[in-house]
């Protein structure tokens, strides 16, 4: 509204006295004269843009100031016709003012109006929040219509709210529904017939009950509703206007400003979900995100609490994760009034706790209001502290629940709607696909860890294995040992069955963790008829007991043991015997511990048979070796005897002799000779063969070995003409080999070097290191070896076909036994030969270190 | 003229130590086991008794060890008799308390050497 001046009046009024004068001055019968009545166009002008108050004080300014002039003129012609014309000119003028004024004044007030109420547009199009708008809005109502009291309502989760109050008396307690279960409150009827409601005196109207449970007495009432899209959304109420009822007018213009209320609130709200479904999605891809980023649970949780916390109020948190196997759940992160918390795991009871109602159902579930009541509806007894409102969802993978998700609240009642279950729910979607990747991945780590260290254990005991002196004891006692570790049981056995001193049975073989009484079952049998093991054994079968008391067949050795596993060990369909576990935890054992047992046990069968095998080939070997060696003692004497007796005769102690009889002496010793080297040989080979050369490895310096050998041959070579020369390289480490053995190799070589090679030859032996190994080479000028006899010279009693050969004692072992010998040593012998240019024999052995 | 003791169950190879060793210039005391060798040992008192390993009743090591047992024989030079290719006796009898060790077979000429040898070193 425009602010009222006096300064148009008074212009007005002047420019009227002045008009007025001047056509009254002028002498009657002259034109200005008859147009004296004109002088009231200033004042209707006035009141026209200045309104009825101006106006009419102009007029009677006017009125007034010309009076004496008037009385003046009513002197001369006192009721004359001028006077009376004069005051029916003055009525008219001021009736007309009147008019004008009125028709002005709506017009006015209406454009006023709508002035306001486009700015009211703006002010309210302007307001950010929804409690703001509506504040603002009915700030402008009371202040329309003058009212006294006035609230807005808002329908929220399908209970009323009270929104804004103003007037008295002014209520500071928090906004309590107005609903009442029982009957409907006058609000609901406005609501629900979308209509407007006036009373003159609520108070006094018997149609209708108290308005809300407020102390204020309404006199004049008008609730109007408030509708979004046609909907009634809440409604506005305002009471006790002091000027009495409200007008079907004002009715019109409050409805008016409500429809300005009703768009701005429209789009606010429309902003407000467009925001939150903003606010929504990039939570959504922030948890998404955060999944693929945060395989790490504990972070995750933490992740999808911060990112819950965005979109609704999380002070009371709780991610809990269902466990069917155990049936239990874990609260693994449990968020108290804001503060992170240690959470509780707990056996699942149903008709006990929310969270396993809804594990139970797998459905959300949203509690609020009357939260006891529900609970008796749903038949679940709460546990721990009630809520007033409390809202959960399962996390679902699949078909399987694999947890629950749940916010809380211990004060408001409706703080969690319909519309947070569906972003709970896509949240806890999300979640439960991350845990589950998180879950997976672990498994697959935990899953890789396994399988590592079950092939590294396995290929251990391979490795074992492999080794040609297979000790199976130890062996045994490394599955034991690595079958416990891996299981982590607390005890474990392997047994085999064995029969010792005519009592059959179990002895045990290798154990871990069991008292020492157990040992006993290594000399006396466990009897087949005893325990889980005892039928295993019998029956082939393999048991996993989880709990040892609920099998009939359970005898106790240990006695903390819980749970049992037993897997036999079987070859080729025959038991051996078992591998027992023994764990002090229930359920301790899972399949793949059985597996990877089985695999241990079968790795038992192949020891053991591969063991027996061995036996059997060293205890042949041995018996050959045995026999061997009394074969040749015995026959070594005789032969002793032989050729003692024959050099006692040809040294003539027994008498002289014919020629002829030394002769055929001489071949009698000779052939005992060769027979006793043949003995030797043989008896020699047969303990390489099994095994039973004692090496007595120490440092031995080369070039002292070497001359060593070399003075028995030297004499031997200058009888034959040969020359034997030695190049050994100086500052030689010394050989890593056994004396004995080192002679043996060199004296075999250089016999044959210097048997091989006709007269004016030439024997070397030389020796040079060769990295970590000192190579000896023993070289001749001698006949050679044929090419074709050259692969198997080194084969047992192989001999050559030369006639110098043959012509020569030999057994044919010699090359054989001095190859073995190098091997034996870690050494390697070959050869390059020539016929008739000479042969080199080249052998290695590897330096001290 | 040095007494020898020679222990060997074999007759024949007994026999021909024996010529062997008078061939040489010794006196030669003769056991064929183990218990007769101990009892000839204390009752004779030779100067170095020539053992054999594997014999009856008592082992050549046996006999070797009851010999360096008693203070009475401690002194007395014991020499193996080992077969050749049986190099783990030349280190049982070391280890039995011998003082040397012949390897059979050996030449008849050469026996006597060799016990002469082992007497002189003995004698120092």
Redesign the interface.
Known sequence: MRKQSLWPALFSAILAIAVTWVLYRAPVGSPLHALRYLYFIPVILVSFLYGLGPGLFGAFLVASLMLPHILQTAERNFFSEHLFSLLIEVLLLVLSAVAVDQWLGTQRRQRDFYRALSDLGELLASQREADSLLKTLLESLIQLTGASWGEVILKENKSLVRKVVLGEPTSRKPLKPLAQPERKTLADMVLEEGRTLVSTNLELDPRFSRWADTPVRFGSFLAIPLRIKGEPVGLIALANKPEGPFSPQEIKMIEAVISKGEIALENLWLLESEKKRATKLAVLNDIARAISSALDPKLLYSVVHREISRLMKAENFYIALYNPEEETVEFVFVVENGKVSEGEKRKVIPGKGLTEHIIFTGKPLLLCGDVERELKRLGVEPIGRPAKCWLGVPLIIGDKITGVMAVQSYEEENLYTQEDIEVLQSIALQTAIALENARLLERTDEALAQKVKELSILAELDREMAIASLDLERLLRLIVDRAVSYTGADAGVLALMEEKEGERGLYLKAQVGYPPEIEQYAHTPYPLERGITGRVVRTGQAALCPDVSLDPDYDPVRESTLSQLTVPIILEGKVLGAITLESSHYNAFTMEDLAFVRSLADRAAIAINQAMLFEGVRQASEAKSAFISEI??EL??????I???T??IL?G?AGPLSERQEEFLRKVRSNAERM?KL??DL??LSKIEAGQI?LNIAPLQVEEAVEEVISIYREKAEEKGLSLQVEVEEGLPPLKADK?RFTQILSNLLENACSYTPQGGKVTVKACREDRFIKVEVADTGIGIPFEEQPKIFQRFFRGSHPMVRGKQGTGLGLHITKKLVEMQGGEIWFRSVPDQGTTFTFTLPVWE | MAKILVVED?K??LE?VE??LQ?GGFEVIKATDGLEALEKAFTQEPDLILLDI?MPKLSGYEVCKKLKENPQTRHIPVVFLT??????EIKAGYEAGGDDYII??????ELPKKVQEILRRFKK
């Not at chain 1, 070594?636 to 005897?641: E, Y």
């Not at chain 2, 059979?104 to 000429?109: L, R, S, T, V």
């Open positions: 040749s003692h070594r004497n005789p032969l002793a005897s050729k003692g007796y050099d006692l040294e102690k006793q003995l030797e008896s020699n004692p004995l | 074999e024949d190879i021909l010529i062997s061939l594997k077969a050749r290719g049986q190099e783990h059979k077979p050996f030449a008849p000429d």
